[in-house]
Structure formats: C-alpha cells, structure tokens
C-alpha cells in the first residue's frame, strides 16, 4: 500500500471515537450561522484533546487517554442512503486527485527506473470518509451517541424552558418507537446543556444569570456557558484570522453542504424545533438506487456539483465574527465537557456494566479474573465457517448479556482501554458463535484482533486470521461487503505496518467485486502499491494490477484516476517488447485523454500506437487509425490557425529522398527518340556517375582552354543520398524541381493520401538586394508554382515514392521543408468488436473516409564527417544541402533528339543517322559539344561534310559515303588523294577530344531546332556496348553561378560479328621502283567472314582496301584476278596481296606531318574516296583511340644512354605505320526484303613482318604458377636490338642470272657476275662490313646445294647514307654445274656514331639459288 499521513496506531483510533449529538435551538443555530457554520461544524476543528485524560477502570486502576477526539453531529433521524453515501464516496475521489508538479518518487527495481506517487491522498480521503459516513448498526455500538449537547441562545425569551423543550425532543427521539434512528448507547443519555452568548450583540448580565441558574437545575458539571461572536460581521474583513475549518469542511463538501446553504435549514417546524434533524443530509430524492450502480453513474454530474460546491464554498469566509479568543473558548468548552461530562459518563457506564455482568454470570468480582479463569480452562475447539449456517438474521434483545459484554467491549475500546476491550470481545466473540449470531460474531472477531493489535506492549501477536474470518463471514453469510470493507481496509493498515506486504495485497484483491467499481479500483491500487513496495519488488505484477485499477476507476467513472493509473503502468510496458500490451494501454490512454480533453495527450498515445511496429490485426489497426483521426480533428478544430500538426503516417524514410532539377524526359516518337539523360528512373550507379564526371571535366578543360576553373563543380541533375550535397544545388528559373518522397505504409490498412503537396520557404532576391521571406501557408503561386496530388493511395505495409514538383518563377533562396497532405482511411474498414467509432466517425458514400490535414517535415543528415582527428573521435555530420536550391537566372535548355537510331549492327558497319538540336528555352545557346569515351563509334563530319544530303527521307537508300563512279582504270591500280587529320577535328589522340557541333553560326537561337547527320560505325568488338555521349553548352550571356550546362545521352548498341581482318608488310626483293630508290613492300591483307549469320547476313563483298599513312601508299593489287568482285560466304576467308610504295614528299610542304596518303584499290566500278567524311573520319578516330591505347600502355621514362638511342634508331628501321582500311557491302535479308549494309575495318600496321588485327584478340587468362620468390639483379644488362630489328637495318638483294651455261670442258672454272645491292633501311649513317669468307657447313644445306667460291676481295667496308642504295660487283666461281645457293655473305653493321656492331641476318626465306647448266 502506498504511504500514509497516519500511522495506523492513529488511524484507528481517529476512526472509532465518542459520537456525541447536537441538537439546537433556532436562535443557537442563527448564532453559529452569522459564521457560515452549524453548530456541530463549528466546533469540529476543536474535537481534539490537547492534552492527556484519566480515568479508572472498573478494578480502580487509572487509565490515561491520549489524543482523544470525539465527534459532535447533529441529530439526524433517517438513516443515510446507500445511494448517497457511494455518490459521496465517489465526489471525495474525484476532488482528491495529485498535486500539480508534485515530485514523484523514483523506484528503481532492477532494469526499470519508475517515478511512482508515494502517496495515494484519495484513497486517504475515501478511507476517511467511508469509514465517517458508516451508519450505525445493531451489532455493535462504536457509533452510537454516547452524549447530546442541548443547545440554547441566550438571547431567547425564555432560554430554560427551550432547554426543556430540547431535552423532551431528544427524549422523545431516543425513546419513541416511531424513531429506529438514531442509535444511542444507553438509554441514560448523558445530556449537556450549552448557552450560546453573542457577545457583540448579547446582554452579558442577562447570560450570567441564566446559566447562574442553570447550574443550580442541571448542576455545574452539566451545563456551560460559551461565549463566540466578539466581533461585529461588519468588521470581518478588518483583520485576517485563521480557518481551521476549510481543512474538514472541503474534505466532505457534499455532506456537509446543508450547514452552509441557507434554506431549509432555518425553517422551524411546527412544534418550534430546527427541521433538519428530520432528514440525513445524505438522503437523497430517489431511494431506490442499488449500491452496485450509484458509482460512476452520475459521475458528470457530481463532479459539476462538487466544482459548483467548491465555488460556493470558497467565496464564504467562515468564522468571520470569532476571534481568536473565540477559538480558545471553544477549545476550552470541548475540553470541560470531555472532562466534567464525557468522561465521568463513560467511567460510570463501565462500571455498571462491569457490575451488572457478574450480577448475572454469578461471576467473582472482576470481569479480568472471570476472564482469566475463561482462558486458562480447556478451550473448546471453535466450528468452522462453513458448518455454521447462515444464522445472520438473529436479533438479541438491548438487554441481551452478550450485548452488554460488546457495549463494554465498545465503551473500552472507545476510551483507548484496548487491554479490557479485547478481553471482553473474546469473550463475546464465544457467546455469539455458540449462538450461532455470525453477524455480531464477526463484529467481535474484527474488533477483537484490532484491539490485540493496538494493546500497548504488544502482549500477543496480532489474530490475522480473525479478520479473515470476519470478512469472509461479512462477505459470504451476511453479504455486507461494507462491514467487510471497513475490515480489509483495517487489517490491509495493520499487515503494511508489519511490512507484510504480500498479505495485505492478497486481502486488497480478494474484495474486489463486480458491486462496486470504486472501491475495487482504490483496493487494486493499493494492492499494487504493495507489489512495488515489498523488499524485491514485484514490479510487472504492480503494472498488471494498476492497468486493472485504471479499468475500474474508468467503469467507475473516475476518468483522472483511470488516467493516471495507465500512465504509471505504461512506464513498466513501454520498450519492452510486449506490443499488444502497449498498444492497449496506448489506445486507453487516449481514449481517457480524450474525454477528459487532454487533446495533446490523447493524440500522442494514438501516434505511438501508430509508429510502432504492430502487431494488432487490420482491423484492429483499423480502428486505432479512424480514432487517431477522429481526436486529431478536434485538436485541429480548436485552433484553426494554428501551425499544421506533424502527422506520423506514412512513415518517410528521409535519407532516400531524391531531388532532381528539370523537365521528365520525353517519351520516343516513332523514329525519333530523345537523349536518355538523368531521370528519376535511372538507378544510381557509382561507375557510370564517375565516368560522367571525367567526361565533364575534360569538356569544361577543352572550353577553358585547357584549365579547369577553380570554382567548377560537376553539374548534378539528380541529387541521392549517395551524391555530394555539401553545396547549395542550382536550379534554373521556370524549370521544374522534383522532389521523390520514399513513403512507408507500416500498417494492415491502406492509407489515403489526399492534396499531397510539398512545404516550402523561399526567399526572393533581385538585383536590389534581399525582400522579406515568404513562407508558404495558403501559397505563393507568384514565386514558387507548386503541383498537387489529389490523391496518393499507399496499400497495406507499401512502400511507394510520391514525386512532387515545384515551378520557381523567381531567383532566390528556395528551402524545401516538407510535406502537407490530408491523411485519411478507405471507406469501408470493419469495426473491431468492442472497440466500436467514437462518435463522429461516421462517413459519407465518398471512398474517402475521416481525413484530417497536417505535415512532416524531411530533415536529412548528412554524412558523417571523418576527416580530422577532432571528427574520428567524435560523431560530427556535415550538412546535406539537397532540398535548399538557390534558383538562378534563366539559362538555355538544349532538347536533343535521334533520329532512325540504330539498336543493333555488324562491327565495323558505317549507318547514317541524324540529330535533331531543339533550344526550347528563352535564352540563345552556343559552344555546343559533344564528347564520348568512345569517339570512335561516330562522327558529324568534317569540313567536307557538306556534299552528303541534309535530311533523313532522301538518304534512305543512298551510301552513307561519297563515292565516284570511276572508269576502268589499270587494273588494281591505286586512286591516291590527301587529307590532314586537322580537317576532322582529331589531333594527336593523347586525350579525349571535345567534338563542336557544327551548328549554323555556332548559336542555336530560342525555338529554333538544326538536323544534322551522323554517322555511327559499330565497335569492333561484338556484345552489347554503352556509349555515353556529354553534350555542352554555354549561356550567350554569361552567368556568375552557371556557366553551362550538360545534356546526357547513353546509346545502347548491340554489335554482332562481320569480318576479321589481318595484314602483314614484308620488303619486296625488288629494289627497283619507278624513281630508282629502294623501299618497296609487299602488303599482305587476310579477311575472313566470321559471321554466323544470326543476323541474316547472306554475304560479304569487298568493294575497296585504301591506305593511309604519312609514308607509304598502296600502289597496285598484285594477285587481283579477272573476277573482280571478291565475295566471301559464311566462315569463307579471302587473301590480297598489294604493292606498296614510298609516298612522294613534295618540297616547301610544311604540314607535311599532319598530311596523310590516302590511296584507293577498287574492285568495282565505284571508288569511295576514303579521304573524305565519313571514311576518314572513322580512320582518324580508330587511329586516335589506337594511340590512346598504345600509350597508355607504353612506360612513361625517357631514354637514358646513347646505345638506347641506337636500339631506337634500329628498331624506327622496321616501323611502317601504314593503315589498312577494308571496305565492305553485306546482303542482308530482313522481312522478305534485301538491304545492303556497308562499313569499314581499319588494320594498322606498325612493324615489317608483324601481323596486326582489326580487333584485338581476346587473351586467355594464363595458367596458374606457382608463386618464385628471388631477388632482382642490381646490375643493368645494355639493351640490344632482337634479330628480327636488325634484319631490317641493312637490306641486301643479290642481282644475277637465274641459270647460267658454262662450256665446262672448254674451261673448267665458271665465273659468274654478281651483283650485291646494299640498302640503308635507316635514316642515319651507317657503316657496313661485307664478308665473303662465310661457308656453308651444315649438312642439309650441303645435300640441297652445290659448292663454291667468291673470287676477288673477300671483305668490303662501306658507309652508306641515310636510305642509301650502293652496289658490289662480285664472281662466283663454279666447278662443275648444279643448283647453288649464293646467300652466303655475312653482311656486318654499325651506326657511325656508335662503337657496338651488330650483324645482320639475311632474309633466308627466299634463297638466292642459280642453276650452272654445261654449254
């Protein structure tokens, strides 16, 4: 139980005292009204003895009495009703409730931190009350009137004749059987005759000769003058004086409300006396209300009288006309009564009863030793409950011996003489359970263990188990649960004061019933409190007890107390996982807030209900959710314009919400399909995001010559948690910004989200300077256009993006905040059984059911910041700026479209597509260009780009290249022209070039829109490719914040395979050109048609292979047949051969290093000049992104030494770098009609005798090795040129006659002229040993070929210039005919500046043989 003011030692004895009536005479009762009080009431703050009393018991012994109060009432003489004593009861519990900012006290038990009210004061005050306003019973006599005060007026005519009168009245109340109430002690009544003075008004005289005289009729221990009223009602206000009264008035306002309502009170009946010792105050009109049903049914009611009563009461000051010596005469009139009066009384009456007692027992002398001869005997064994019958209607007569035994047992009791009391209730206690009177049994059994409790010493332990079987015989067999009430909320005291917590929670329980919902609460409460107070507190059995309390307190009406007690449960439930049980604690919470118009509380618990995870079935939830909207209607309905509530439906997961700045994408139209480029629907994707990134920079650096700007920062259309939001992000004015919300539905039911708008704040701005901010409440459509959702429905436990749009009209700060939307049910949702609509909660036949309007706000964290030491050891997050665009000026906005776009192609396959340019903003654009980590795959054409046709419908079945019907020329001859790669916009291909698009005027002016052609050549390499293309451009009029802007493209393209091409260089033997110089060479081209004809590709035909390089050309087809048209069918490979030669450097030409040869070989009748666009385009870009690739595959160190420089020099000999472009036609059949499909393979050729490759081969990953462990070699190895580098350092061709006839038998040596060719294959000097002292030995070579002998100089040393030829005339001398082999000098050389000689090997692949036949 919780704490009490009262120790039970006083509790009780404050509860049991002398009851002493009142009966007055109009006047007296006028006197004491000029105070606002009765008579009774006007003495009640002074009922309390300052001091100690004595008095004999019957065996003489004195007896001091401490504290004594007694209680002083008016004569009432209908008993009260139940029916007003539980609308009391009930009044007294709702005027009792917490202190406002009262600190609770703080209960730690275990893992729970509880703050619990320590003290429970109504319960004290029902306690009080209950136990005050028990009418008085036959069975016993604690509170029947053991005195009356007969009350007179000294201001009466005739004062000793209203005595008389009074005292006749009472006589005739008491004695009269026509009055069964009230009850009195004895029939001698103690009367005390009191003369009431008013002093301000009073003669003094004429009061001390009456109460002279009344002391000689009633004697001077019965009567006394009081004197009250020593100041004048006029002079009240003058000096402020205590109010003892409030403190016992206020407690019980209902029941004491006759004593200050003017009225009937005052009204006399006809035989004079005061009419209001007629009626109980506690009647009550309509007496046929049960005590199960009078608490918590007029709850509203009662509770407005007792406000109503409060009211009253508080605006009456009491005691207006006494002064402070008034209150010590009253106090001293309490005292002299107690003592001259009460107390001689109750001695006298003890004693007689005591006396007559062992009159008629024929006892000994004293009742102590009767007693104790009673106890010390054998006891007989006491008959259980159950055998008893139910005997409660047996009536003993007044003068009954056991009812004398349970008077003195009263008496006693009353006077504190606990020691006697017991005795004589034990002994009662025998009589009446022989008698079988179980009522006045247990009356004895509940007094007798009290009184064994409050006996001083403590001589025996107190008798729980009488008070057990007193209220199970209260309870059961007399069915009085208010007897068995006043028993458990005695025994409960007494147990908690013995800290037996455990048994008094057990008692408190055990009384609850379905009778009375009031008295159940307050016992469940205090049963809890036990729980929480035992030494290891029982902390979820407190919660579970007060959640029943608060049950019972809300079917008692008691919505506060209901309140509170599901609150101080809910601390134990909350965050402990147990769901359901939060749930329904939350839901009645809410509920009580409700009705008791604690709208923020309610609407807190309905949220909680709503954003935890739960575990309610729909419709259940269902049901939260319609009341949660119902109580948040009336919130909104009180303060109409107040800020918009925060709604905590659906749940927003913040951190994913995306921001993205412009239009939507426009869908494709036929064959015209717009640029991809951001869109909400794209995915984010790290890799792709970066490679946008670099793409951009290298633009931004190409436009600013080279230099990327401080202040540049990569352009971010759509903002996500994974971008960088450290900045502010710009938006363009008029351009659409698109917030997508990522909403949650945790609920069963659907939610309806009506008017879903975005909630903005914005400052504008303009040149002038800053305006005041505007926020958005009804809207600012001047400045910031903002899009509604009618409606946004979210299903069942859904998770669903809404994207809402704002249209800025004007520059300046814009803040997004957040959104504001109607939430809202589906019509239709069943109800819970139990838990039906509140009130007001019906709905219409619109789908929409309750809906009530509010917001959330998106509040985003940023990232965690982790850069300095300061960060790494704390929790630091920077700012995530997304929903704060700064809108600025107008910008142009470029709209790119494809037109006849293809998806699919042959590797290699050249297709004409065009590109639409649409400027559909209001500001010029220029500087448009576009860049690709994949220049290759297109191009707009260079500089002769002009001559192809302009638009889409007249280019459907021309080539996509500029051709020239050609008359036959020489066969297989060469068409050679020149270009310069500046003419297509490619440079040196070390970096990625920005390509300008070619617009008219270089400005693409509002409105208007260009079509151009572009070609597109699909990669080499088959598969599915992504290419992505970045669009520039730039504002005619420069803007501080936005310099330009970007336009992505992704073009998805899918390759399937067409041909592979291989080519070789090898020297030509033949020295001889048409210029006499050396340096012809033999091109060998392979081409195989690897298609597998997936795609319908019937056949491949080659229609030309041109050259271009800056130093060799072709020149003729060596192996060209008649049948000039080379077809290839499926997996069918076809080899050329050609000729190619030195290209002639003109002199003076200085850009003869940007000049390239380009030299054509057809094989039909139409020549492609592949100098012009599209052809060269597509070789320059290939030849770009092959340097590209080489370098970044090179070492990046320079050359150290000079023999480096020489392996340079000899290894620059055997580099051709002649390029080999092989064009094509394919037949394809595609639905039942042929098309023709062309394209091109390049094949560069770096190095004589290297085969290179149209793509490059895919590498099979290698073996796994086992991992070698050794340390490198410090010492560094000279580099030297491998064999193949130095084979073509020096050229050599023997010169001689295929067979030679020699007469031998004429002469029998045969000598043969020979001329050896020497040619520099380099571009420095070189100086050359030839050696003709070289054998052949190897046993092979000897079985081919004859041998011979060089006659002459068998050693020759030369220099030769830089490409120079020189010539050795040489004898080979034969002895007998043969074939022979005359590639036998070894040839020895070295550069002139160089000290190292390397050898070089002959070209053995073709053997110099001669035949010597006899002439």
């Not at 009078?294 to 007792?306: Q, Y």
């Not at 989200?753 to 459509?781: A, H, I, N, Y």
């Not at 002199?1147 to 492609?1168: L, P, V």
């Not at 499909?1237 to 590498?1259: D, N, P, Y």
Request: glycine share 4%.
């Amino acid at each position: 139980m919780a704490q009490c003011v009262q120790s039970v030692q006083e509790l009780i004895p404050d509860s049991f005292v002398p009851c002493v009536a009142a009966l007055c005479s109009d006047e007296a009762e006028r006197l004491t009204r000029l105070n606002h009080l009765s008579f009774a009431e006007l003495l009640k703050p002074f009922s309390r003895l300052t001091s100690e009393v004595h008095m004999r018991d019957p065996n003489n012994q004195l007896h001091i009495i401490k504290n004594l109060k007694i209680a002083v009432s008016n004569i009432v003489t209908q008993p009260p009703q139940p029916g007003a004593i539980g609308k009391l009861l009930n009044d007294v519990v709702s005027g009792s409730q917490p202190a406002e900012g009262l600190v609770a006290n703080v209960i730690t038990a275990g893992d729970y931190d509880l703050n619990i009210s320590a003290t429970t004061p109504w319960f004290e005050s029902y306690r009080e009350t209950f136990l005050q306003s028990m009418p008085a019973s036959d069975h016993e006599f604690l509170n029947h009137y053991l005195a009356c005060m007969l009350v007179a007026s000294s201001a009466e005519a005739e004062p000793m004749e209203q005595f008389s009168k009074l005292s006749q009245e009472q006589h005739r109340i008491q004695h009269n059987s026509d009055y069964s109430y009230p009850k009195w002690f004895i029939p001698n009544t103690l009367k005390y005759y009191v003369l009431l003075h008013d002093v301000t008004s009073g003669d003094e005289q004429r009061a001390e000769s009456i109460y002279e005289e009344m002391k000689q009729k009633y004697g001077t221990q019965g009567c006394y003058l009081l004197k009250i009223n020593s100041r004048a009602p006029n002079r009240a206000s003058d000096e402020q004086i205590p109010d003892p009264w409030s403190q016992y008035l206020q407690k019980n306002s209902i029941q004491n409300q006759e004593s200050y309502e003017d009225g009937p009170c005052t009204m006399t009946s006809i035989d004079g006396l005061p009419d209001n010792c007629r009626v109980h105050p506690l009647q009550i009109d309509q007496c046929g209300d049960t005590p199960h049903n009078t608490d918590g049914s007029d709850h509203a009611k009662s509770a407005s009288s007792v406000h109503e009563t409060k009211k009253a009461s508080t605006g009456l000051i009491r005691g207006a006309c006494l002064t402070l010596t008034d209150h010590d005469r009253i106090r001293q009139f309490i005292q002299e009564f107690t003592f001259r009066g009460l107390l001689p009384h109750v001695e006298k009456t003890i004693r007689q009863l005591n006396d007559q007692l062992i009159s008629r027992k024929g006892l000994s002398r004293s009742l102590f030793s009767a007693t104790k001869k009673w106890f010390s005997g054998s006891k007989v064994p006491e008959k259980s409950i159950s055998e008893l019958k139910s005997t409660s209607g047996l009536l003993y007569p007044p003068e009954a011996p056991e009812l004398q035994i349970r008077k003195m047992a009263d008496l006693c009791f009353l006077v504190q003489h606990y020691d006697l009391a017991y005795s004589c209730y034990h002994t009662a206690k025998k009589d009446f359970l022989n008698d079988q009177a179980m009522l006045y049994a247990a009356g004895a059994l509940e007094m007798a263990a009290v009184s064994a409790f409050l006996q001083p010493g403590a001589p025996r332990p107190y008798p729980a188990h009488y008070m057990d079987t007193a209220i199970q015989t209260y309870r059961d067999i007399c069915k009085n649960m208010v007897l068995a009430e006043r028993c458990v909320l005695l025994s409960a005291e007494i147990l908690k004061s013995q800290s037996k917590y455990a048994e008094a929670a057990a008692l408190l329980i055990r009384l609850t019933s379905e009778d009375s919902d009031l008295r159940s609460a307050l016992l469940l409460e205090q049963a809890a409190h036990c729980f929480i107070n035992m030494k290891n507190p029982m902390v979820r059995k407190y919660a579970f007890h007060m959640i029943l309390a608060g049950h019972r307190f809300s079917k008692a009406g008691q919505k506060k107390h209901a309140l509170r007690c599901y609150c101080q449960a809910m601390q134990v439930y909350k965050g402990k996982g147990w769901s359901l049980a939060e749930d329904h604690i939350n839901f009645t919470i809410g509920r009580q807030s409700y009705t008791l118009r604690q709208l923020d509380n309610a609407v807190s618990a309905f949220r909680h209900i709503l954003i935890n995870e739960s575990k309610q079935s729909a419709a259940q939830q269902g049901a939260f959710l319609r009341e949660y909207l119902y109580v948040y209607k009336n919130v909104n309905q009180l303060s109409p314009d107040g800020p918009l509530p925060q709604l905590p439906l659906p749940y927003i997961n913040s951190s994913a919400t995306r921001v993205f700045f412009g239009h939507d994408r426009r869908p494709a139209d036929g064959e015209k399909q717009a640029a991809t480029h951001v869109s909400l629907d794209q995915e984010y994707d790290a890799e792709s995001s970066q490679q946008w990134r670099e793409l951009e920079e290298h633009v931004v650096a190409v436009a600013n010559k080279g230099v990327i700007p401080s202040s540049f920062y990569p352009t971010q259309y759509c903002l996500n948690s994974y971008s960088d939001n450290s900045r502010f992000p710009l938006a363009v004015v008029e351009e659409p910004i698109t917030v997508e919300v990522a909403f949650r539905n945790p609920l069963k039911v659907p939610l309806l989200l009506s008017d879903l708008s975005l909630l903005w704040k914005f400052q504008p701005k303009d040149t002038s300077g800053k305006d005041t901010e505007k926020e958005r409440v009804t809207g600012e459509p001047e400045m910031i256009g903002t899009e509604v959702i009618s409606e946004f429905l979210i299903n069942s436990e859904e998770s669903k993006v809404a994207r809402l749009k704002l249209f800025p009209h004007h520059i300046g700060e814009l803040h997004i905040l957040g959104v504001v939307y109607n939430l809202g049910t589906i019509q239709g949702s069943v109800t819970v059984d139990g838990i039906g609509a509140l009130p007001g909660c019906h709905t219409g036949k619109h789908s929409l059911g309750m809906s009530v309007r509010g917001r959330q706000d998106l509040e985003i964290q940023g990232p965690r910041l982790n850069n300095t030491k300061e960060e790494k050891t704390s929790v630091k997050y920077g700012p995530d700026r997304r929903l704060d665009p700064i809108v600025t000026e107008e910008m142009p906005l470029l709209e790119v479209f494809f037109i006849h776009f293809p998806t699919g192609l042959l590797c290699g396959e050249i297709r004409k597509a065009y590109v639409e340019f649409v400027n559909v903003s209001q500001c010029p654009l220029t500087a448009l260009k576009v860049v690709s980590k994949r220049p290759e795959f297109f191009t707009f054409g260079g500089n002769t780009a002009a001559l192809t046709p302009l638009s889409p419908s007249t280019s459907e079945n021309c080539s996509a290249y500029k051709t020239v019907v050609t008359a036959s020329p020489s066969l297989g001859t060469a068409f050679v022209s020149t270009a310069s790669s500046v003419d297509f916009g490619t440079g040196t291909g070390q970096q990625l070039e920005a390509i300008p698009v070619p617009l008219p005027d270089s400005v693409l002016l509002p409105g208007a829109s260009v079509q151009l052609p572009m070609w597109l050549r699909g990669p080499d390499e088959e598969g599915v490719h992504e290419i992505n293309f970045l669009f520039y451009y730039e504002s005619v009029k420069k803007q501080p914040k936005k310099r330009h802007r970007i336009l992505r493209h992704t073009a998805v393209i899918c390759t399937s395979r067409s041909l592979n091409v291989r080519a070789t260089v090898c020297r030509s033997n033949s020295l001889e050109d048409e210029e006499g110089r050396g340096g012809n060479m033999l091109v060998f081209v392979d081409v195989e048609n690897t298609n597998t004809s997936e795609a319908g590709v019937k056949e491949f035909h080659m229609v030309q292979v041109s050259s271009s390089s800056k130093h060799w050309q072709l020149h003729r087809s060596v192996n060209i047949s008649e049948n000039r048209d080379a077809k290839l069918a499926s997996r069918e490979k076809g080899k050329f051969c050609f000729k190619a030669v030195r290209c002639k450097q003109k002199e003076g030409d200085k850009q003869s290093s940007e000049k390239y040869t380009f030299a054509d070989i057809i094989f039909g009748n139409e020549q492609i000049i592949s100098s012009a666009s599209p052809c060269a385009d597509f070789f320059y870009r290939s030849l770009s992104s092959e340097l590209r690739r080489t370098q970044d595959q090179l070492p990046a160190y320079p050359e150290k030494n000079a023999s480096e420089g020489a392996v340079r020099l000899i290894e620059k000999c055997s580099e051709v770098d002649l390029s080999i472009v092989v064009l094509w036609k394919a037949y394809v059949v595609e639905d039942n009609k042929q098309l023709i499909l062309e394209g091109q393979h390049h094949v560069v050729v770096r190095t004589v005798g290297k085969e290179a490759c149209s793509h490059s081969q895919k590498q099979e990953p290698p073996e796994m090795e086992l991992l070698k462990f050794f340390r490198p070699e410090n010492t560094t190895v000279s580099a030297r040129p491998s064999v193949e580098q130095l084979s073509n350092l020096i050229k050599t061709s023997l010169h001689y006659p295929e067979s030679f006839h020699h007469p031998f038998h004429q002469k029998s040596l045969c000598l043969v002229p020979v001329t050896l060719l020497l040619s520099n294959c380099s571009k420095a000097e070189v100086d050359v040993i030839v050696d003709l002292r070289h054998k052949t030995t190897s046993p092979e070579a000897l079985e081919t070929h004859g041998s011979f002998t060089w006659l002459g100089q068998t050693q020759y040393k030369l220099q030769l210039k830089s490409q120079e030829t020189h010539s050795l005339q040489l004898k080979a001398c034969f002895v007998h005919t043969g074939v022979y082999n005359l590639g036998t000098p070894r040839v020895f050389a070295k550069l002139s500046d160089q000290v190292t000689v390397f050898e070089t090997s002959q070209q053995n692949s073709m053997p110099a043989l001669i035949i010597i036949n006899n002439a």
